[in-house]
């Protein structure tokens, strides 16, 4: 019986075998390159490219959505009664945590897929509309559900 793509991934991992996928395109192996499951690993070479890309396409979404999100979450601060901008925002909440569930239901990812969510190196001062005060505000509305979990930012 043939394994899944995920099967094998985590089959190499408990082996020590470490695979990636390169920046142009390719598949990296480390590890012990005479264990046996290296040639089911590369008899599987496309699947696994497949696999991969699609995870990094996921990982680039969620990047750029994160950054799209913390503008319209900007603007919601400073126009707090633009309910377009406030659809907008649900709307794309709602895409950018069903790419975080589709991660880890679908393709089994664990960690961060944006580097770690708590991490903006550039705090800034808004104003809070309700309240009329300023305050530290670190441009992140959201978090990936592998920090809402407390598991840390790996």
């Known amino acids: 019986m043939a394994r899944s793509v995920e099967t ?32 089911v690993l590369r008899e599987n070479r496309t699947g696994i490219l497949v696999w991969l890309d699609t995870i990094r ?17 900007k603007n919601l601060i400073e126009n707090p009664d633009d ?19 589709d991660l880890r239901d679908i393709y089994g990812y664990e960690g961060c897929p944006v580097g770690g969510c708590d991490r903006d190196p550039y705090p800034e001062k808004v104003r ?5 005060v300023d305050k530290d505000f670190y441009k992140q509305p959201l978090v990936c559900s592998h920090c809402a979990e407390g598991s840390g930012n790996e």
């Open 128 to 132: 809070d509309p309700v309240h009329h």
């Open 83 to 101: 309910e377009e901008l406030s659809r907008s925002f649900s709307h794309h909440l709602h895409l950018w945590a069903t790419l975080d569930d």
């Open 57 to 73: 396409a996921i990982e680039n979404r969620m990047i750029n959505g994160r950054v799209f999100l913390v503008d319209v979450w």
């Open 8 to 39: 094998l991934l985590k089959d190499a991992s408990k082996a020590g075998i470490e695979i990636s996928l390169r920046d142009d395109n390719t598949l990296g192996m480390k590890g012990d390159g005479k264990h046996p499951l290296v040639s």
